[in-house]
């Protein structure tokens, strides 16, 4: 059972270049989410998506565009890269229930733009 | 707008003493009350939560409290490990359609060092 998965695992960007970070999650879950981490700081949420054909804005989401197609997959694109856009990306996932349930996290792409 | 404190970005504690990390929000909205454990090159790994209706919540060696009236979360290692090394986030989720939770908001993160 792989969980959530991203490739690439690094990656250097050009200012100006695009890229797209993938994302798979194999627990057939609905919520999918999108998280950036700065240095020193908290993970902050860039764009969510509560199923497939449904995706909205987080706290950070200028510079990134979202699509989700299947439940499976959530890739977050990169257009025009600029160094603000150096971090780490996170992709999580998390079931659809009343009670809390926990997000599942990938290992994350660590992205630098130059 | 912080709605998330976490105000001790490291603690250094010895192996076997008891390890406190701490959190303040501001959203009285919030409740439910999560921390997150993150290890090098990891993704954040859900460690322990904590409903309102609540004040203190165990679970082997980690028990999270919670003070709503001062709005404040803490969370206690006992005994403390090396493997307990980590980077701990609190966190908060929102409700988000209807009665099911959404997106979650991360404090700063503790660095917590456990030396043997």
């Known amino acids: 059972n792989a969980g959530v998965t991203q490739t690439p695992k690094f990656r250097i960007l050009k200012i100006g270049q695009s890229m797209t970070l993938q994302c798979a999650q194999d627990?057939?879950?609905?919520?999918m989410y999108w998280y950036r981490q700065d240095p020193g700081m908290g993970l902050k949420l860039i764009y969510y998506s509560v199923g497939a054909g449904i995706t909205d804005k987080g706290e950070v989401p200028n510079g990134y565009n979202v699509s989700r197609s299947t439940t499976e997959d959530f890739p977050l694109r990169l257009e025009l890269a600029a160094p603000s856009q150096t971090s780490v990306y996170f992709c999580?996932?998390?079931?659809?229930?009343?009670?809390?349930?926990?997000?599942?996290f990938g290992n994350g792409t660590r992205l630098t733009v130059t | 707008d912080q709605q998330v404190k976490q105000n001790s970005p490291s603690l250094s504690v010895q192996e076997g003493r008891i390890s406190i990390l701490n959190c303040d929000y501001t959203n009285s909205m919030f409740d439910y009350f999560l921390w997150y454990k993150k290890y090098p090159a990891e993704g954040p790994t859900f460690l322990i939560s904590?409903?309102?209706?609540?004040d203190k919540n165990e679970d082997g060696r980690f028990t999270v409290f919670l003070n709503k009236s001062a709005k404040h979360l803490s969370l206690h290692i006992v005994p403390s490990q090396p493997g307990d090394s980590a980077v701990y986030f609190c966190?908060?989720?929102?409700?988000?359609?209807?009665?099911?939770?959404?997106?979650?908001?991360f404090g700063q993160g503790t660095i917590l060092t456990v030396h043997p």
């Open positions: 904590i409903s309102s209706i609540k």
């Open positions: 966190a908060f989720p929102h409700r988000a359609g209807g009665t099911s939770y959404g997106k979650l908001t």
């Open positions: 627990m057939n879950h609905n919520y």
């Open positions: 999580a996932s998390s079931q659809r229930t009343g009670e809390y349930s926990p997000l599942h």
